[in-house]
């Protein structure tokens, strides 16, 4: 056990070291250990089941390919999009996709057994699954066609291979399968989804892709056109239903709130004795507020980002908010706690524009923040990739704005 424990470790370390885009996932969503499972599986909410007896007979470039395995199940949304479709048959086609996506990438080592499927990752599950179910109208009886081995990555069941591809199905042959392995896994870690939270978790996942894209964009990848396209086809998903602003927004913001007990604010009972609070406290720590002042930001587009940004503040806690108003030059620097809010925005408007001189001044006067949002019309030059040392998101007014691939941004959209 404790040599499989290395290995996995030894996996998520390549991980972040090598794939960004994978890792950033990784982290965002539990990883269980389970032996319910032949190998790993997905939950409908993002956690990452493994079976750990299985794995330990696996390399560490197996690991690697299968943790990206599962994490693509969950970038993918894959438990979301499923339906009424089968899910044997569902879970195969998505297999198909996602071992034919990693293999083009070079990413770790393909686990013998897996689904193959040649041109798979130019496809989507639901049109592999639709040719699956013409081909072979009885369903269950096409796996031994499909898989190039003894078990498939995600479901261990098994089958003796007679075709590599998924070309010439027919019924003759056909050997039918006896149970869904992951069957027990649903049952227990939950299938269904209740509408109330069906909307969270996507937008969790898709919070999750547009960090993760944003981060191996800013790292510049050199593995090759591979990886641009497939960043192109997850950046086409998330912009085909857009998340509101100011729910990405939060969501960046709260990222960053832990639950501790401060030193840093005073227990009130107590005059003269630096003592933490009583019990805990879900808080932030320095939280940095940009503004644009060069004439572009309305007092209503200002009214409308506060009040949503007070909002936030509100429940985050920060020990403190810095708010820098900026047009070419930093004109003014405020401090507030929490507790202050609402406090008073207001856009003066002055000459042109420089933002990064708001980088300058976080980075020189504030590295240790929790996070910075600039709130600008986008016009303006931006810091160089990798001169953020705080996490910033960028609140940009202009949709016509010419932004780098690397800056964390999202399109600031007036309230109806």
Known sequence: MIENVDKLLQAKTLLSLREPFFS???????????DIVPFAAVTPRGTILYNP?????????????LLCHEVM???????????KRDHLIFNIACDAVINET????????????GVRYKGAQSRTAEDIYDEICRKSPTAKVFLDIVFAGDRSLSNGIS??????????????????????????????????????????????IKLALAEAIAKQKMLNSKRGNGIGRFLAILEDYLLAEKLPWRELLARFMTKFVTQNQTWRRPNKRFSDVYLPSVGKETHMGTMIVGIDTSGS????????????????????????????????????????????????????????????EITNWVNKNAPDSDACVILTDGLTPYPSKGEEKVPTLWVITD????????INSILFEMDD
């Open 24 to 34: 950033t996932i990784l982290f965002r969503f539990p990883l269980q250990a389970t």
């Open 73 to 83: 199940h969950v970038a993918l949304s894959h438990s979301l999009r499923r339906g």
């Open 159 to 204: 089958g003796k291979s007679q075709k590599n591809n998924i070309e010439g199905i027919n019924e003759s042959g056909l050997k039918g399968i006896g149970r869904d392995p992951l069957k027990e896994a649903r049952e227990i870690y939950g299938e269904e989804i209740e509408d109330s939270e069906l909307k969270d978790i996507e937008n969790d």
């Open 297 to 356: 930001i309305s007092q209503k587009m200002l009214s409308c980002f506060g009040r949503h940004l007070f909002d936030i503040i509100e429940e985050c806690k920060p020990e403190e908010v810095i708010v820098i108003w900026c047009d070419y030059k930093i004109q003014k620097i405020e401090t507030h706690q929490y507790e202050d809010v609402p406090f008073k925005l207001e856009a003066p408007g002055q000459g042109g524009t420089n933002m990064r």
């Open 102 to 113: 990693l293999i083009e990438l070079g990413i770790g080592q393909f686990i013998k057994g």
């Open 399 to 406: 949709k016509t704005a010419d932004k780098p691939d690397y």
């Open 53 to 65: 007896k299985a794995i330990e007979k696996l390399s560490v470039d197996q690991i690697v390919f």
